[in-house]
T-cell receptor, first 119, second 112 residues
Framework: DVKVTQSSRYLVKRTGEKVFLECVQDMDHENMFWYRQDPGLGLRLIYFSYDVKMKEKGDIPEGYSVSREKKERFSLILESASTNQTSMYLC??????????????????FGPGTRLTVL | QKEVEQDPGPLSVPEGAIVSLNCTYSNSAFQYFMWYRQYSRKGPELLMYTYSSGNKEDGRFTAQVDKSSKYISLFIRDSQPSDSATYLCAMSANSGYSTLTFGKGTMLLVSP
């Protein structure tokens, strides 16, 4: 089974702190994603990465950065946390495929999420 | 017009009911369609996957895709209290290299 783990389930930080959220996957997937999920707004893509050292902005990258030094690990960084970054953060991974029509290769697998509260 | 529309609910049904969950979309390039189930305070888990049009059945769950109408559905037969969760539809134009476009999710409550 694909396993995506996130470093913390719950995190409380103060405004202005630098926050690191870690995500690790064990299936040798090339693609990794960071989302935030808020009531009424659904899942919104923050950043994603197709390979080591590569990153692409998603829909809401402002206030965030990412790091991918190893294939299995994708970190989300809040440079200076603010109260409007209080949210559920979800990491996902998927393999590179050429459109096999196979659900095991064509979908994203999610971690359990980190609920971040910024006071 | 949003790319993917999904009624947020909540949808409340008694145990044993047939449940129908739906999404509409505007991008005709979408050809990979997924349903994720998300329990409270957990990450989404893949429930059903369909490539292009047609039906797919897995136990009590049936996924339908009608590309001509840009409409996808998830049916749950003999619903159980354990089916109470938020159901997210997701879709993409290309697999692998593509990002997913999600609906906002429908909350389902199945009462015993």
């Amino acid at each position: 089974d694909v396993k995506v783990t996130q470093s913390s389930r719950y995190l409380v930080k103060r405004t202005g702190e630098k926050v690191f959220l870690e995500c690790v996957q064990d299936m040798d997937h090339e693609n990794m994603f960071w989302y935030r999920q808020d009531p009424g707004l659904g899942l919104r893509l923050i950043y994603f990465s197709y390979d080591v050292k590569m990153k692409e902005k998603g829909d809401i990258p402002e206030g965030y950065s990412v790091s991918r030094e190893k294939k299995e690990r994708f970190s989300l960084i809040l440079e200076s946390a603010s109260t409007n970054q209080t949210s559920m953060y979800l990491c996902a991974s998927s393999p590179h495929t050429a459109g096999t029509g196979d659900s095991s290769t064509d979908t994203q697998y999610f971690g359990p999420g980190t609920r971040l509260t910024v006071l | 017009q949003k790319e993917v529309e999904q009624d947020p609910g909540p949808l409340s049904v008694p145990e044993g009911a047939i449940v129908s969950l739906n999404c509409t979309y505007s991008n005709s390039a979408f050809q990979y369609f997924m349903w994720y189930r998300q329990y409270s305070r957990k990450g989404p888990e893949l429930l059903m996957y369909t490539y292009s049009s047609g039906n797919k059945e897995d136990g009590r769950f049936t996924a339908q895709v009608d590309k001509s109408s840009k409409y996808i559905s998830l049916f749950i037969r003999d619903s159980q209290p354990s089916d109470s969760a938020t159901y997210l539809c997701a879709m993409s134009a290309n697999s692998g290299y593509s990002t997913l476009t999600f609906g906002k999710g429908t909350m389902l409550l199945v009462s015993p």
